[in-house]
């Protein structure tokens, strides 16, 4: 069977650690581990990073200049051009992960190519990282995507915006972003991977009969700030806490000093994002997600496969996501963030009970390999249809 060779095309990649490069990271080594040969083109970010890196297995190119200002987007844009003209023949497909100006670049140079270009239409998707010319609407976002050979939409929102733009239903494909790794738990495992945690960084401590909290994401200083108040009014009132931040993306001098000034900055930690969750999982007694847009790609579908009790600022997305059983898990103010950890802290069962209920919801719906298989099938039939 051909075995398709794959250009994915991004500016953020590895090590970046947001949840689109986790998923995308993840994506890649599922890929190529059913068989896919899949090469990355993405930014360089930093001086002291190589040109090229292997990420799993992965061969990764980055080009400069960092796409941070409108004057070096449209630089950037030029050497991923320049770079793809001249290694085309390499490649059966281009798949572009995001729909914006660097996607209609592409779309502009591709009949010298003649190779098809499949694109991920996300019109939710975070906008962090990316210059100003870039954030564009959800309609310049599907206008992007019209003369891709085929459009991915992760969602049926993304699904049905594209067909009110008068994009063709046959040049759209659903696949659901999911989680590539599961994650086991157990008292045992939990406790090996506390041991671990805590040899890569002291900090990490877990003393005995004290609960986990662990906030995943970016997110914003307000809605963070929030909940770093409601866990301090729960430390206040004696509940055994240790809660870790784990790359939200904001200055950590800005929640710093909220936690110092509540006295309780050894049980709440800030750190930067890691490129492997599995282990923070698998102590984690509840998860939470402030900004739960910027989660829904990778953390909290790794979250609900390993059956961990969330809450979820309510987010649209969100609620097509989870079953109406778990609604329960959402919360739209900070009064009901409040609620919701409290009633955490008095009825583990329930929440135990609803996060097993989404773990074998999930696992009905969706599996990895199969949804593996489905992007191969997209990639190998969208490569011999465009030569045919």
């Known amino acids: 069977m051909h075995v398709p060779k794959i250009l994915l095309v991004t500016r953020r990649f590895w090590p970046f650690t947001e949840d689109s490069c986790q998923r995308l990271m993840h994506h890649c080594a599922a890929l190529k581990r059913n068989g896919a040969d899949v090469t990355v083109v993405t930014a360089r970010w930093h001086p002291s990073w190589p040109e090229f890196a292997l990420c799993r297995e992965v061969p990764v190119y980055r080009l400069l200049p960092a796409p941070s200002t409108n004057w070096n987007e449209n630089h950037f844009q ?6 793809i ?9 281009i798949y572009v992960d995001r729909a914006d ?17 499949i694109a991920r239409f996300s019109p939710d998707d975070s906008g962090f990282g990316l210059s100003n010319s870039q954030k564009i ?21 993304a699904h049905r915006l594209l067909i009110s733009q008068g994009v063709s239903e046959s040049q759209i494909v659903r696949i659901a972003d999911i989680a590539w790794a599961g994650v086991t738990r157990s008292e045992e495992v939990k406790a090996s991977a506390a041991r671990a945690l805590f040899e890569t960084c002291s900090d990490f401590v877990t003393p005995g009969r004290t609960d986990i909290l662990v906030h995943l994401g970016l997110s914003e200083l307000k809605p963070l700030r929030a909940v770093l ?3 301090c009014d ?12 784990i790359g939200s993306g904001i200055p950590l001098n800005a929640l710093y000093d909220l936690i110092k000034s509540r006295g309780w900055h050894r049980e709440i930690l800030l750190f930067d994002g890691f490129d492997d969750l599995q282990e923070l999982i698998r102590v984690a ?10 989660t829904l790609q990778y953390s909290l579908q790794m979250l609900a496969q390993a059956g961990v009790p969330m809450i979820i600022a309510d987010n649209p997305d969100c609620r097509a996501w989870l079953p109406d059983s778990n609604s329960f898990q959402l919360y739209s103010t900070n009064q009901i963030f409040d609620l919701k950890l409290q009633d955490w802290l008095s009825n583990r069962e329930r929440w135990t009970s609803m996060a097993s209920s989404l773990r074998q919801n999930l696992r009905r719906a969706k599996f990895s390999d199969d949804c593996a298989q489905q992007w191969l099938t997209l990639f190998r039939d969208s490569s011999i249809e465009r030569t045919a």
Do not use: Y
Request: overall charge positive.
């Open 85 to 93: 003209s001249t290694s085309i023949a390499k490649f059966d497909c």
């Open 101 to 117: 100006g660097l996607l209609s670049t592409l779309q502009g140079k591709s009949s010298k190519w003649n190779k098809p270009i």
């Open 285 to 294: 007694d509840l998860a939470i997600a402030s900004n739960s847009k910027e």
């Open 229 to 231: 108040q409601s866990v």
């Open 137 to 157: 609407s959800q309609l310049a976002m599907a206008d992007a995507c019209r003369r891709c050979f085929r459009i991915v939409c992760p969602t049926p929102h």
């Open 234 to 245: 729960q430390l206040d009132a004696g509940a055994m806490l240790r809660m870790w931040v």
């Open 78 to 83: 030029k050497n991923v051009v320049s770079w």
